[in-house]
């Protein structure tokens, strides 16, 4: 069993900056992947970038590329998402999930944490 907590949500303006963490409670194993995934209002969870414990690889939907980081420290077993030159449009709730394979469905992915809410203001 693995617990995910997201924190780091919040109400940002356009052109801004946010740092979402997901922390594990447990240790995590070099082949796990560590994902984010967002649910707009009214809309579908969608992927957002994952990331390789073992290696750091990671993949990120085409939306935040070059915008949003994906990154980990094994150490602490958490997960950041730097998230800059925020829109509009990435207004959602953020979740991240632990999964054992490279994915970008929901279902591919075991664990979930409660998610947090990102307000991005026009």
């Known amino acids: 069993q693995m617990q995910l907590v997201e924190s780091g949500g919040g109400l940002v303006q356009a052109g801004g900056s946010l740092r979402l963490t997901c922390a594990a409670s447990?240790?995590?194993?070099?082949?796990?992947?560590m994902a984010w995934f967002r649910q707009p209002p009214g809309e579908q969870r969608e992927f957002v970038a994952l990331?390789?414990?073992?290696?750091?690889?990671?993949y990120y939907d085409d939306s935040v590329k070059g915008r949003f980081t994906i990154s980990r420290d094994n150490a602490k077993s958490t997960v950041y998402l730097q998230m800059n030159s925020l829109k509009a449009e990435d207004t959602a709730v953020y979740y991240c999930?632990?999964?054992?394979?490279?994915?970008?469905?929901?279902?591919?992915?075991?664990?979930w944490g409660q998610g947090t809410q990102v307000t991005v203001s026009s």
């Open positions: 447990r240790r995590t194993f070099s082949n796990d992947y």
């Open positions: 990331i390789r414990w073992g290696g750091g690889d990671t």
């Open positions: 999930a632990s999964g054992y394979r490279f994915d970008i469905v929901p279902n591919a992915y075991d664990y």
